[in-house]
């Protein structure tokens, strides 16, 4: 077993569940009591090969971005960021999202089927979104949960208007709900959390 990897990975959750519990807002209660019922132990770990994107282009400003809003956990992204399998949808085509979405999108698992703990019915991770793109109107089963940690993002719930989100907010989704996310000229890093029902992926609204 990756020793010194394990502790970079260990020390990533912990600063996602200690900037998570400052933050109050709708969700967060429920995605920290998933995560600290999951097995983090050294046998469920797991070392996952290494995937990059094209949206990766973007992580380095990302980390700088979220240097600014909170260090220990840029730094704790950027110690495993080699190691992060990163995977898109298949269903999300640029046929249907828009040219250049393929090239701008892309998700790793921390805690989840391609991260480094398998996870209970529970997966964590990041997102990235390149400059200037729609996330479309989406949905699945899984409560969810993302927490930005760049600024200029913009997220619609239930169809309704796009609304600006600072910098370490949090934005919850209820099961089911339509939800779709716009980024302007700065990339969009988040931390995002589905924390049941996690077999259904997404889809797209029809």
Same mark, same amino acid.
């Given at each position: 077993?990756? %020793? ?19 933050? =109050?807002? !709708?969700?967060?209660?429920? *995605?920290?009591?998933? &995560?600290?019922?999951?097995?983090? +132990?050294?046998?469920?770990?797991? !070392?996952?090969?290494?995937? +990059? ?6 992580? =380095? ?23 992060? %399998?990163? *995977? ?8 249907? &999202? ?7 999108? +892309? ?22 979104? $390149?400059?200037?793109? %729609?996330?479309? @109107? ?20 239930? +169809? $309704? ?17 339509? %939800?779709?996310?716009?980024? @302007? ?5 988040? *931390?995002?959390?589905?924390?049941? @029902? ?9």
């Amino acid at each position: 077993m990756n %020793h010194e990897l394990f502790e970079q990975t260990r020390r990533l959750i912990g600063a996602i569940a200690r900037g998570l519990s400052a933050r =109050p807002g !709708e969700g967060v209660a429920e *995605v920290l009591s998933r &995560l600290a019922a999951q097995d983090l +132990g050294e046998a469920r770990f797991f !070392e996952p090969e290494p995937r +990059g994107l094209p949206v990766l282009s973007h992580l =380095p400003q990302s980390i700088g971005e979220t240097m600014l809003f909170d260090p220990g956990l840029a730094a704790a992204i950027a110690a495993v960021e080699d190691s992060l %399998h990163w *995977v898109q949808s298949s269903t999300y085509t640029d046929a249907l &999202l828009g040219e250049g979405f393929s090239a701008n999108y +892309g998700w790793s698992h921390i805690i989840g089927p391609d991260g480094f703990f398998p996870g209970g019915d529970f997966l964590l991770g990041l997102l990235m979104l $390149g400059p200037d793109r %729609h996330y479309r @109107d989406h949905y699945h089963p899984a409560p969810e949960l993302y927490w930005p940690l760049t600024p200029n993002s913009r997220w619609s719930i239930d +169809g $309704g208007p796009f609304a600006d989100k600072p910098q370490g907010a949090t934005i919850w989704h209820p099961p089911m709900a339509l %939800h779709a996310t716009k980024t @302007d000229a700065t990339p969009l890093l988040a *931390v995002w959390c589905w924390t049941k @029902d996690v077999a259904t992926p997404a889809r797209l609204k029809a």
